[in-house]
């Protein structure tokens, strides 16, 4: 298989007639999947979404897609088009527009009503141009065909993509469950027809591509979900993603077949169901969904809760009950059901909030005890099926960690892509078209940009580097007074220190070498601040990682008097 190598450089001009693919994310990761494609002097875009913190970015909100490789070009964009509304699809889409609010967006029904509700929470009026299964729009030089994708949102859509110098199929977030839901089926003859025709280069979801099999159809978690609530003794709390109509569908279907009515809690889910009820892809049953304050005052084997927070995020409803800072206290008796799975990164913070819950005296049931949640991504059988009817020359894997795009390339092999059409690529890696031989042809700057507080851009490894340190080590700060006039220490030096567990007096043992180090730094006539903040620094760290075999941040403080 080609793939990138370290020593790869930037890439030379693009080839009269060929075609340039660049992923500014999902590739090596879960998440922030957007894709540039370049024909003609023009660009389209696909996808354009978040990947979410985790413990290692303290501080953090959100993940950027890196938006320089094509910031000086956004005059060549000729729109973006949103295969379906998931944040880690739609969720940096804000953030580009920003940059120039008129480039267009194009997507199905739903997927726009998703993005335009947050693009309004920004004060962005966009741009959109709506689409569905079957249409073919022209956008510059670029054909598009717009085919049915089933995914555990509805609404979905893969994208065929005909230009002068190729084909390509990006099938966006897809499985191929035979009876969805929505009863909306991914159209496979319509990939029997692009592979007919001819795709060059074939973009597929890669994240259960190491899951033998097929995934599990949708219909057939509604049993668990219904013996949960038949078994529920108190209240029933389930978390899931905003955007899963589906799950929140056989919700609500439940609880009507049991009696119980429904409150959704948290505002991205309540505008996500508002909007999926009106355009009519959530059908709420007749008197289930009520408020919050009306339900409080039902009983409590008659409520049902609808929240976010399935992934263990700290500021959703789920953990904040679970911390005991939330309104709602969850109790001996209430069950709390967990519909979704792990998003690889997040089993530590799921797990807290799963002890959290059951120490509380409530019943968790999630997918590693009841069968409660399926995937929304195609296994490994699924993508075998497509590889063999699409036939494609060139193969690109896209969405998932490593592991995934390794092994949806190897599926590939095993369908007859020859080995050197294979192309395992990262963030930022160029991928050229040339004559229907698609090549790696170099790599581009492209890393994470991040969103923290009303800071976009602004936090660097760096940062997050002394946040980790103040977070896991405390600090040590050392207060010196020099007197201006000779030269001599005056006061000090005075060691405070915070989040550092020691024996009182313990750094007593440093003084007398720190003290020694700033005479000596006096005698050889050193009297720039910064250069005794160093010295300060080196003498403090060395006995601190020596003796206490520690790492703290060390703030050396020198005043004039």
Same mark, same amino acid.
């Given at each position: 298989m080609s793939h990138p190598h370290p020593?790869?450089?930037?890439?030379?001009?693009?080839? $009269? +007639?060929?075609? %340039?693919?660049?992923?500014? &994310?999902?590739? +090596?990761?879960i998440g922030r999947n957007m894709t540039v494609i370049e024909h003609q002097g023009k660009l389209l875009v696909v996808d354009c979404g978040v990947l979410f913190p985790e413990e290692h970015h303290p501080g953090v909100d959100l993940i950027l897609p890196d938006f320089s490789y094509i910031e000086d070009r956004l005059d060549d964009v000729v729109a973006i088009v949103l295969t379906h509304g998931h944040e880690d699809h739609i969720g940096a889409v804000p953030y580009l527009l920003r940059l120039k609010p008129d480039i267009e967006l194009v997507g199905s029904e739903l997927t726009l009503a998703l993005i335009e509700a947050?693009?309004?929470?920004? %004060? !962005?009026?966009?741009?959109?141009? &709506?689409?569905?299964? +079957? $249409? =073919?729009?022209?956008?510059?030089?670029?054909?598009?065909?717009?085919?049915?994708?089933?995914?555990? !949102?509805?609404?979905?859509?893969?994208?065929?993509? %005909?230009?002068? &110098?190729?084909?390509?199929?990006?099938? +966006? #977030?897809?499985?191929?469950d035979q009876v969805p839901l929505d009863r909306r089926i991914t159209d496979l003859r319509a990939f029997a027809r692009a592979g007919e025709e001819g795709v060059d280069?074939?973009?597929v979801d890669s994240t259960n591509a190491d899951v033998p099999g097929f995934t599990t159809p949708e219909r057939n978690i509604a049993p668990a979900i219904e013996r949960v609530f038949h078994q529920a003794e108190r209240r029933i709390i389930v978390?899931?993603?905003?955007?899963? !109509?589906? %799950?929140?569908?056989?919700?609500? $279907?439940?609880?009507?077949?049991?009696g119980r009515k429904v409150a959704m809690v948290g505002r991205s889910m309540l505008r996500n169901m508002g909007i999926a009820a009106e355009l009519g892809y959530l059908k709420v049953p007749d008197k289930v969904l009520v408020d919050l304050g009306k339900l409080a005052k039902m009983p409590e084997d008659e409520q049902v809760l609808i929240c976010t927070g399935s992934q263990g995020e700290p500021m959703a409803a789920l953990s904040r009950m679970a911390n005991r800072d939330h309104k709602i206290e969850v109790g001996t008796g209430d069950t709390v059901l967990l519909a979704s799975s792990l998003i690889p990164g997040n089993e530590n913070a799921v797990y807290r909030v799963i002890n959290?819950?059951? =120490?509380?005296?409530?019943?968790?049931?999630h997918k590693g005890n009841a069968m409660v949640h399926v995937s929304g991504h195609a296994s490994a059988g699924e993508l075998l099926y497509c590889y063999n009817i699409v036939r494609p020359r060139n193969v690109l894997p896209v969405h998932g960690e490593w592991r995934h795009l390794v092994a949806n390339g190897d599926l590939a092999v095993q369908t007859g892509v020859p080995r050197d059409r294979v192309m395992l690529a990262e963030d930022g890696v160029v991928v050229d078209l040339v004559d229907g031989v698609a090549r790696i042809a170099g790599t581009i700057d492209c890393g994470y940009v991040y969103v923290d507080g009303s800071s976009v851009g602004g936090t660097t490894e760096g940062l997050l580097k002394d946040r980790r340190i103040l977070r896991d080590e405390g600090f040590v700060t050392v207060i010196v007074v020099r007197d201006t006039a000779t030269g001599k220490i005056a006061a000090g030096p005075e060691i405070q220190t915070r989040g550092f567990v020691e024996e009182e007096g313990v750094f007593d043992k440093v003084l007398p070498q720190l003290e020694r180090a700033l005479e000596e730094a006096r005698n050889n006539g050193?009297? #720039?601040?910064?250069?005794?903040?160093? !010295?300060? =620094? =080196?003498?403090?760290?060395s006995f601190v990682g020596g003796k206490l075999r520690r790492r703290p941040m060390i703030i050396p403080i020198v005043v004039d008097a």
């Amino acid at each position: 298989m080609s793939h990138p190598h370290p020593e790869l450089t930037e890439p030379a001009a693009l080839a $009269d +007639g060929a075609v %340039r693919v660049v992923a500014l &994310g999902g590739l +090596g990761e879960i998440g922030r999947n957007m894709t540039v494609i370049e024909h003609q002097g023009k660009l389209l875009v696909v996808d354009c979404g978040v990947l979410f913190p985790e413990e290692h970015h303290p501080g953090v909100d959100l993940i950027l897609p890196d938006f320089s490789y094509i910031e000086d070009r956004l005059d060549d964009v000729v729109a973006i088009v949103l295969t379906h509304g998931h944040e880690d699809h739609i969720g940096a889409v804000p953030y580009l527009l920003r940059l120039k609010p008129d480039i267009e967006l194009v997507g199905s029904e739903l997927t726009l009503a998703l993005i335009e509700a947050k693009l309004k929470e920004h %004060r !962005i009026s966009p741009y959109t141009f &709506g689409v569905a299964e +079957g $249409d =073919r729009e022209t956008l510059g030089p670029f054909e598009c065909e717009f085919i049915a994708v089933n995914h555990s !949102i509805p609404d979905a859509l893969a994208v065929l993509i %005909r230009t002068s &110098g190729g084909t390509l199929l990006h099938t +966006g #977030d897809f499985k191929m469950d035979q009876v969805p839901l929505d009863r909306r089926i991914t159209d496979l003859r319509a990939f029997a027809r692009a592979g007919e025709e001819g795709v060059d280069l074939f973009l597929v979801d890669s994240t259960n591509a190491d899951v033998p099999g097929f995934t599990t159809p949708e219909r057939n978690i509604a049993p668990a979900i219904e013996r949960v609530f038949h078994q529920a003794e108190r209240r029933i709390i389930v978390a899931c993603f905003s955007s899963h !109509i589906h %799950r929140v569908q056989q919700v609500l $279907d439940a609880a009507q077949e049991s009696g119980r009515k429904v409150a959704m809690v948290g505002r991205s889910m309540l505008r996500n169901m508002g909007i999926a009820a009106e355009l009519g892809y959530l059908k709420v049953p007749d008197k289930v969904l009520v408020d919050l304050g009306k339900l409080a005052k039902m009983p409590e084997d008659e409520q049902v809760l609808i929240c976010t927070g399935s992934q263990g995020e700290p500021m959703a409803a789920l953990s904040r009950m679970a911390n005991r800072d939330h309104k709602i206290e969850v109790g001996t008796g209430d069950t709390v059901l967990l519909a979704s799975s792990l998003i690889p990164g997040n089993e530590n913070a799921v797990y807290r909030v799963i002890n959290g819950l059951t =120490r509380l005296g409530a019943n968790v049931v999630h997918k590693g005890n009841a069968m409660v949640h399926v995937s929304g991504h195609a296994s490994a059988g699924e993508l075998l099926y497509c590889y063999n009817i699409v036939r494609p020359r060139n193969v690109l894997p896209v969405h998932g960690e490593w592991r995934h795009l390794v092994a949806n390339g190897d599926l590939a092999v095993q369908t007859g892509v020859p080995r050197d059409r294979v192309m395992l690529a990262e963030d930022g890696v160029v991928v050229d078209l040339v004559d229907g031989v698609a090549r790696i042809a170099g790599t581009i700057d492209c890393g994470y940009v991040y969103v923290d507080g009303s800071s976009v851009g602004g936090t660097t490894e760096g940062l997050l580097k002394d946040r980790r340190i103040l977070r896991d080590e405390g600090f040590v700060t050392v207060i010196v007074v020099r007197d201006t006039a000779t030269g001599k220490i005056a006061a000090g030096p005075e060691i405070q220190t915070r989040g550092f567990v020691e024996e009182e007096g313990v750094f007593d043992k440093v003084l007398p070498q720190l003290e020694r180090a700033l005479e000596e730094a006096r005698n050889n006539g050193v009297t #720039d601040a910064q250069q005794l903040q160093q !010295i300060i =620094r =080196r003498s403090v760290g060395s006995f601190v990682g020596g003796k206490l075999r520690r790492r703290p941040m060390i703030i050396p403080i020198v005043v004039d008097a």
